[in-house]
Nanobody, 124 residues
Framework: QVQLVESGGGLVQAGGSLTLSCAASGRTFSTYAMGWFRQAPGQERELVAA????????TCADTVRGRFTISRDNAKNTVDLQMSSLKPEDTAVYYC?????????????????WGQGTQVTVSS
């Protein structure tokens, strides 16, 4: 069982930056692939970025490439999403997710554990 708690969301102006953090419970965090997803009102949940259990591999959506960076610290049981050059279209609830896997998992349905989400609002 893994419990995930996101933090760091908020209101920011376009062009600004935010860093989201996800804290995971449990002693086996390093065996879980992690992902950040987002969901805007009326839209499906979509991948933002994902990272492998060791942190050596990651991927991100084309819409955030070059602006967002995913990283993890297995000693602290955390995975972060650094967001810069934010745009109004980045406004959404951002979710952290985990699944026991050695790969980089990009599909929401493959994730087993989810956080409660944190709101990110980018004003124009």
């Amino acid at each position: 069982q893994v419990q995930l708690v996101e933090s760091g969301g908020g209101l920011v102006q376009a062009g600004g930056s935010l860093t989201l953090s996800c804290a995971a419970s449990g002693r086996t965090f390093s065996t879980y692939a992690m992902g950040w997803f987002r969901q805007a009102p009326g839209q499906e949940r979509e991948l933002v970025a994902a990272i492998s259990w060791g942190g050596s591999r990651n991927t991100c959506a084309d819409t955030v490439r070059g602006r967002f960076t995913i990283s993890r610290d297995n000693a602290k049981n955390t995975v972060d999403l650094q967001m810069s050059s934010l745009k109004p279209e980045d406004t959404a609830v951002y979710y952290c997710a985990a699944v026991r896997s050695i790969g980089v998992i990009t599909t929401p349905s493959e994730y087993r554990y989810w956080g409660q989400g944190t709101q990110v609002t980018v004003s124009s």
